[in-house]
């Protein structure tokens, strides 16, 4: 990939304006996720109510994930996502007047969370769709490197940064600080102007075009079969590291140290952006599985030997691995599946993705205070690393390359 070639998406101006705001929207964003779970630590001092109230969020997103990718395919996505930005932002803020202000109440949280998730699960699909729409072919993995560099970059800064408000001023402001970000994010998206986009009259019922979806899904081998595999990877990555993660660092790395480890996550996907920028991932899902695979060890570090310097390593290995899988899971699907039918295809892959994850999120809390924290990661760890790799067993999956650079863009 040439030097020169690396920055061409910026030159476009319809992806200049989403990758501002996208830049805007996710300084807040990766500070929420920590600022959440310790607000609600803080009252109560549970896993298992934790679990409940990040579930809140993810069941409904799952429920209603299918009708956002009809939604998005639908409607103008860029006006999909300004709709969306606001009740995001209306959500969060209330969140967080409610934290800062000491008022909350559990049910109220919830009942916030819900409602972030039933956006959310409009807001996915139209997002991942809308990529091919505003860069040419030629340079769509640029975008896409772009995209998750600007994400790695904060996410080295927002965790960190989290906890250290969480430690200081209170998880309130983190979260207000998301909320503001959500609002400027759907202002500037004004600025993005895509031309209409054609629809086949034969697929105007809502029922038509899941049916079209489902077959799509089903027929398409590589695309069911990482799907599957990662309802479980999900699972465990989001119930084993992200439930019960934040209390064995509280008795152990403490809150500093747990917002170090998700930042050296994210330098570690950063450092693999750098390399992506320049290297052209031919064979997306047999590297992105390996990849994702080197994710398990974190997950096993955490359980049997919570040291901050060796799980900083550890989050370094696994994000870049992470970047590798998310980006050659981009360039499979936006390659491979219509545009007008993207964002369909990414409801049903992040439905079955997604769908086991309130699963982790209730289970893990009940089984680390039953069999032990420590135990409960190590084996995960394990775990998550065996059905990774099975992913590999599919030649579909193994032998997916890249579609010609020269092709128009759909």
């Avoid at 904060?154 to 979260?175: D, E, I, K």
Wanted: proline residues 4%; charged residues 15%.
């Amino acid at each position: 990939m040439e030097r020169g070639t690396a920055f061409a998406p910026l030159r476009v101006a319809n992806f200049r304006w989403y990758f501002a705001a996208l830049t805007v929207n996710l300084t807040g964003s990766m500070m929420s996720g920590v600022a959440v779970a310790f607000a609600v630590l803080e009252m109560e001092n549970s896993p298992s109510v934790l679990g409940v109230v990040l579930a809140a969020e993810t069941i409904p997103m799952v429920l209603l994930l299918l009708f956002g990718g009809v939604v998005a395919d639908r409607l103008p996505r860029v006006l999909v996502l300004r709709a969306g930005n606001v009740i995001m932002g209306l959500a969060r803020g209330a969140f967080a007047l409610l934290v800062i202000t000491d008022t909350a109440e559990l049910w109220m949280l919830i009942w916030l969370q819900v409602v972030v998730g039933s956006c959310q699960a409009v807001i996915q699909p139209a997002l991942a769709g809308l990529m091919p729409q505003l860069v040419p072919r030629e340079v769509l993995q640029q975008a896409n490197v772009l995209q998750s560099m600007v994400r790695g970059g904060l996410r080295v800064l927002g965790p960190t940064v989290a906890a250290l408000l969480v430690v200081t001023v209170g998880a309130g402001w983190a979260v207000a600080v998301d909320a503001i970000t959500w609002l400027l994010a759907a202002a500037m998206l004004v600025r993005v102007k895509l031309p209409p986009r054609e629809r086949d009259r034969d697929t105007e019922s809502t029922l038509t075009e899941l049916r079209e979806g489902w077959s799509l899904f089903v027929g398409t081998t590589w695309l069911w079969v990482i799907v599957l595999v990662f309802g479980v990877l999900n699972a465990i990555h989001i119930g084993a590291l992200f439930t019960l993660g934040p209390v064995v660092a509280k008795d152990t790395i403490g809150e500093q140290g747990w917002g170090l480890m998700l930042s050296a996550e994210s330098v570690g996907l950063l450092a693999m952006t750098v390399v992506l920028l320049r290297f052209r991932l031919e064979r997306p899902l047999l590297l992105g599985m390996l990849g994702c695979s080197l994710l398990s060890v974190p997950i096993v570090m955490l359980g049997a030997d919570p040291r901050l310097v060796a799980l900083v390593l550890a989050a370094f290995v696994g994000g870049a691995g992470l970047e590798v899988f998310s980006l050659g899971w981009s360039l499979a699907m936006q390659e491979n599946v219509e545009e007008r039918m993207l964002s369909r295809a990414y409801s049903y892959d992040m439905l079955g993705s997604f769908v086991a994850i309130p699963i982790g999120q209730l289970a893990f809390g009940p089984l680390g205070e039953a069999f032990g924290y420590s135990d409960v990661l190590v084996i995960s760890g394990i775990v998550y690393a065996v059905v990774a790799l099975s992913a590999l067993l599919s030649p579909s999956v193994r032998n997916l390359r890249r579609a010609p650079s020269t092709q128009s863009t759909q």
